[in-house]
Nanobody, 122 residues
Framework: QVQLVESGGGLVQPGGSLRLSCAAS????????MAWYRQAPGKQRELVAF???????NYVDSVRGRFTISRDNDKRAVYLQMNNLKPEDTAVYYC????????????????WGQGTQVTVSS
């Protein structure tokens, strides 16, 4: 049974920062691809960033330069450092496991966390 548990969301003012964490447990390979998705009210879930098992990263254009994804293979954890947050970053953020490629593509597996709410508002 694979479980993903996210944490670190909250309310922050525009320009502020948050760090999301996701801990994975269960029967998974330590170097599996990991990603963060988000879903805003009334919108489809979108891929925000992913990191491959060997540390290759990719980001959606709207967060590039502001967000940084990282991982700790020993802890089976993935993190998302979010800086200079904007109101349009408001969403529920989900952790995911899957396969990322060096060409910049990511294929999610059906393993999701419960999500953590990020609200950017003054």
């Amino acid at each position: 049974q694979v479980q993903l548990v996210e944490s670190g969301g909250g309310l922050v003012q525009p320009g502020g920062s948050l760090r999301l964490s996701c801990a994975a447990s269960g029967n998974i390979v330590s170097r599996i691809g990991m990603a963060w998705y988000r879903q805003a009210p009334g919108k489809q879930r979108e891929l925000v960033a992913f990191i491959t098992g060997i540390g290759i990263t990719n980001y959606v254009d709207s967060v590039r330069g502001r967000f940084t994804i990282s991982r700790d293979n020993d802890k089976r954890a993935v993190y998302l450092q979010m800086n200079n947050l904007k109101p349009e970053d408001t969403a529920v953020y989900y952790c995911n496991l899957g396969i990322g490629t060096t060409s910049g593509n990511y294929s999610p597996w059906d393993y999701w966390g419960q999500g953590t709410q990020v609200t950017v508002s003054s």
